[in-house]
């Protein structure tokens, strides 16, 4: 008897339909599977024939042979479980056919028949309407995460805790419950930090607030103590809250990787990430087979901290050049092809000089020294960060002042990001503009909306004489002139704006001169 039951498999985030397709007929036992499974694939027959022991059916007299279709695409994970179990279950007479047209089976099966969550369900329900499935049966560990989407992916969701319950279901008896969005993560979550704790370094927090409003990169130079971390670990206290096609595109990355929690939803907390500099060029930029999303593409919409940046592995580092320019980041393999998002905001520190204390008479690294250091980091990676600026160290003094005003709190601050971003969303929504933040503005945008007056053109023709300012650079720029004139709530860029501007690329200087 031949029996058909659907699911879908990954590759990155798009999701493609796998007929799985059952025959069985009486004979010598065998349990086959065909259609390029990988390993985690073809050991779904050792969990499908001890789960359905389970349920009281026994293939020991049976010959099964699985075809998963189509044949040339791979199928990897263990997400095919459920809908083998199933469709097994049609092909030797134990449950009707006709209602599996229609539904999607997702779940991995345990050898007592329990149902485990499986990686990816957000972004497969997301694609399932397409595959012609008007309702999908999850794992309860699952539930959360599927409820989050179903409603927009206009298919019922089912939630089962074990192979008993779905065979249940589909013989009339008790009828799986509905996909229950329960205590999603659906509200922000207050950080325990705030920006206001940062005493000192009035610039940096300026460019922090800068580099929230309009989503531009920010590399900090300072010596051990002046408060990179410490900055960096509170921008996000600073950025406003996910938008809700955002927060489906985070939480389907977080989906695929694994990282979400049982009970977790849609997620509403933009995303922190920061690996430490040892980290492998697969899990930085993500990697393996089938690929997964590394660390740049799980901060997407986040914030990507690079502590000490020239201590990064090279390839690791320039791998992150697609990913700066274009927002995704596509990973190649022999057999399969993902594209991942990947915009993250990057928030990048690193010391002056080897010792660190670059200008202090504790100093002893010669010039040289501090070229090859900074060497470590190429041109190409630093022309694409927006903003550099460096960091003094910070005076005792301001420590231990506790009796001055306290500094601008993180909702504070957070309130003009806000206002900022909203123009910019304005912008392109009426067209004027092809992104929604001045980071990714393109040459023909800036042509609308990055116009410089007589003074702020010959300021930035003087710049990019003395700084000798790349192409990229000085499209940098005017990003940054457009968002400063739109936290000062004004149309026209004025040079005062170019002038600060030029005044975050400390990179661009002769080593002497920054340092």
């Known amino acids: 008897m031949l029996a058909t039951a659907h699911t879908l498999t990954l590759v990155g985030l798009d999701a493609h339909p796998v007929r799985v397709e059952v025959r069985s ?22 969990r499908v024939r001890s789960a359905l022991q389970q349920v009281g059916v026994d293939l020991s007299s049976f010959a099964v042979t699985v075809n998963l279709a189509p044949a040339d695409l791979r199928k990897a994970g263990s997400a095919f479980d459920l809908a083998i179990a199933v469709a097994t279950l049609a092909a030797v007479g134990s449950v009707d056919e006709a209602p599996l047209a229609t539904t999607l089976l997702l779940g991995e099966l345990s050898l007592t028949g329990a ?57 009339g008896g008790r009828a799986l419950e509905a996909a229950s969005a329960g205590s999603l993560s659906s509200a922000r979550v207050e950080s325990s930090v705030d920006l206001a704790e ?31 971390t410490m900055l960096a670990r509170r921008v996000g206290t600073i950025l406003p809250a996910l938008e809700e ?111 660190g204390y670059a200008g202090s008479p504790r100093c002893r690294c010669t010039l040289e020294r501090v070229k090859t250091y900074r060497a470590r980091v190429s041109g190409p990676i630093l022309d694409r960060l927006d903003l550099h ?10 420590l231990a002042d506790l009796a001055s005003p306290p500094a601008e709190s993180s909702s504070q601050v957070r309130a ?29 945008d800036l042509g609308h909306v990055g116009r410089l007056d007589a003074r702020g053109t010959a300021l930035i023709g003087a710049a990019l004489d003395k ?31 170019v002038a600060e501007a030029i005044q975050y690329r400390v990179l661009d200087r002769r080593i002497d001169e920054a340092a």
């Not at 697609?322 to 980041?329: C, F, K, M, N, R």
């Not at 936290?487 to 860029?493: E, K, N, P, R, T």
């Open 115 to 171: 149902l485990r969550a499986v990686r990816g369900v957000l972004p497969l329900l997301r694609q399932a309407r397409r595959c012609g499935v008007t309702r999908a049966v999850v794992p309860t560990a699952n539930g959360a995460e599927a409820a989050a989407v179903a409603r927009a992916a206009g298919v019922e969701v089912l939630v089962a805790d074990a192979l008993v319950d779905v065979l249940e279901h589909l013989r």
């Open 389 to 398: 600026i460096a960091l003094p160290a910070v005076e005792v003094a301001a």
């Open 198 to 228: 940062v005493r000192g370094q009035p610039a940096a927090r300026r460019a922090l607030e800068i580099a929230a409003a309009g989503n531009h990169d920010l590399l900090m130079i300072g010596p051990p103590g002046a408060g990179k």
């Open 245 to 355: 096609d955002e927060a489906l595109e985070v939480t389907a990355i977080h989906s695929v990787a694994g990282t979400l929690g049982a009970t977790t939803g849609l997620l509403r907390t933009r995303p922190f990430r920061a690996p430490h500099h040892s980290v492998s060029d697969a899990g930085l930029l993500g990697g393996g087979d089938p690929p997964r999303p590394g660390e740049v593409s799980l901060a997407h919409a986040g914030v990507l901290f690079l502590d000490e940046l020239p201590e990064f592995r090279r390839p690791a580092l320039e791998g992150l050049r697609q990913p700066l320019e274009d927002g995704t980041i596509t990973i190649a393999r022999a057999r399969s092809r993902a594209t991942f998002p990947a915009r993250p905001l990057v928030m990048a520190a690193m010391n002056p000089c080897p010792c």
């Open 25 to 46: 007929g009486r004979g010598t036992a065998y349990f086959g599977i065909v259609g390029l499974p990988e390993v985690t694939v073809r050991e779904a027959s050792v």
């Open 416 to 444: 003009r990001v806000e206002a900022c971003r909203a123009v910019q969303r304005e912008r392109f929504r009426r067209g004027e503009t092809s992104a929604s933040t001045n980071a990714r503005l393109g040459v023909r």
């Open 467 to 497: 700084l000798g300012l790349s192409a990229r650079a000085y499209v940098k720029v005017l990003r940054v002139a457009r968002t400063l004139a739109d936290l000062d709530g004004v149309d026209a860029i004025r040079v005062a704006h």
